[in-house]
């Protein structure tokens, strides 16, 4: 897919990978909804964008909301014209108990896995009303390999990893490519908060799993399954590498 030209939404986007995502996007030629909560925060994504010489609108969006989400999807459309890209990266982090008994987990399980099933679903159906499109799903190494601290959030992107293996058959029957990007340990702010916001700690987890990405190297991933029509229920590993600052390669699982 050739991006200029084109209109996205990225949930999530004020931060962290949303925000780097939805800024290569917008150098890139795209039109971008920033959606996400952080009201504040997404209005200076805009504005970092404009600055820039891209086009961006901020949605505040409750990914958790079937109608927040509806409605964020369909202003793509209104402020656009048009609707081709899809970048469901909303997301939380951090440590969880299964055993817990207050049920908190189930958060997790709303906003890391449902929301992206029901944004997904959502972009589909307006997607099928145009020539098709381009849906990229932010997972985690996590979803691929055992995380006995927070098996919870493993659980939540090994579903959305097979989630997005079995919308594949989209590609052929409505030009709709649905992929996932699945980062190791990646600094923003979201992980530091989730680390105590210590640089001290920040290097101790990034020598516990060999190394930290930057969000950019994550989103640059995000950028090269959209722009790449071979890849269809494509699983991209985005890891630090022995030698190099990261690496990004398509595996199947």
Same mark, same amino acid.
């Given at each position: ?120 679903? /959502? ?11 381009? /849906? ?65 700690? /920040? ?51």
């Amino acid at each position: 897919m050739d991006i200029k030209g084109k209109a996205a939404v990225i949930s999530g986007a004020a931060s962290g990978i949303g925000r780097c995502a939805a800024l290569q996007l917008a150098k890139r030629g795209a039109s971008v909804v920033v959606a996400d909560l952080d009201e504040a925060g997404g209005r200076k994504v805009v504005d970092e964008i404009g600055a820039a010489g891209g086009i961006a609108v901020f949605r505040r969006c409750d990914v958790t909301q079937t109608e927040d989400l509806a409605h964020t999807f369909a202003s793509c459309v209104e402020h656009f014209g048009r609707f081709d890209i899809a970048c469901n990266n909303a997301g939380i982090g951090g440590d969880d108990l299964f055993e817990d008994t207050s049920g908190a987990w189930t958060r997790m399980v709303d906003i890391n896995l449902t929301a992206v099933i029901d944004a997904t679903r /959502i972009a589909v159906r307006e997607m099928r009303r145009g020539p098709g499109g381009a /849906i990229v799903n932010t997972a985690s190494m996590g979803g691929l390999l055992p995380m006995p601290n927070s098996p919870v959030y493993a659980a939540t992107k090994a579903g959305v990893v097979n989630f997005t293996r079995s919308l594949a058959y989209l590609a052929e029957q409505h030009n709709i490519r649905v992929n996932a990007v699945c980062p190791s340990f990646t600094d923003t702010p979201l992980v530091r908060k989730g680390a105590g916001a210590t640089e001290e700690r /920040i290097q101790e987890l990034a020598r516990l799993v060999g190394g930290i990405l930057q969000p950019d190297d994550v989103a640059a991933g995000i950028v090269e399954l959209i722009e790449d029509d071979t890849k269809a229920g494509a699983i991209m590993r985005v890891t630090v590498a022995k030698g190099r600052d990261f690496a990004r390669e398509v595996r199947p699982y």
